[in-house]
């Protein structure tokens, strides 16, 4: 992935006075590419419009470069925190009128204060962490390859990739691949900061797809919405179980199922 995928959540954004748009927003930028944010005014337009009446005009913009991102923050008098959610609590605090500060996170939670008891926020999807060829160590810089999927294991969305392969790899045959719903309900409380939502596991499916395994985009607005959806999820796990990059071993990421003693003895 090059370039950077920037995600305003359902009721985050909104007009002037504070009321919600409703509306997701989803940009994506490619190197170089900017996106401003704030609340935005006619003389001061924004990509990403934040509702909070707390927030400035224009609070702060994203820049993607080929490798990471960088945020600067407008703001005169607050601090912007950017959340790892998949780090333990791991996070940088960006100060006021901070420029270009280069954000490390495969995926990162924006926080903005406000002074109601929520805070404002945005997800911020970065370009791959590519790794070289590790039986490429002290070879000629020419001879070295990188990974074609660069996947973390630890991340989330690898998490909801095992989830998605769990059926086939337990016993090899054409089962329905899992509903959003059936691997909210399968993680519980297994991922970081507690059970994922619907909206977050579809949003990882989604970065899974076009950007992670890239099989392309397929039109949730046209007819067969559900079928479409359902036959991303299909690619995903066909090509995952293909090149072997979710095997039997990764099950032991996910938590025990629920009649456990029948499973499968696993490699250990």
Sequence with gaps: MSGVVVHLPRGSGGADGGEPCGDAVTLRLGPGQVARFGRGSA???VELRLADPAISRLAGEIRATDDHWQLTNHSSTHSYLVENPEGAGEYLRVPPRRVGAPVPFEFSRVVLPTRGDLTVSFQVFAPDHVYLDPDATGAPWGSRTVTAYSLDESATYFLVLVALCEPRLRDQSRVAVPTTPQIVERLGGHVPGGAPTARAVSSHI????????????????????????????EEIVGLALRFGL????????LPSPAGGGRERQRPR
């Design 206 to 233: 989604d970065y899974l797809a076009e950007e992670k395994l890239r099989i392309g985009v397929l039109d949730d607005r046209e007819p067969g919405r559900g079928e479409r959806r359902n036959g991303k999820r």
């Design 246 to 253: 979710v095997r039997e071993e990764h099950l032991a990421l």
């Design 43 to 45: 003389r001061t337009p």
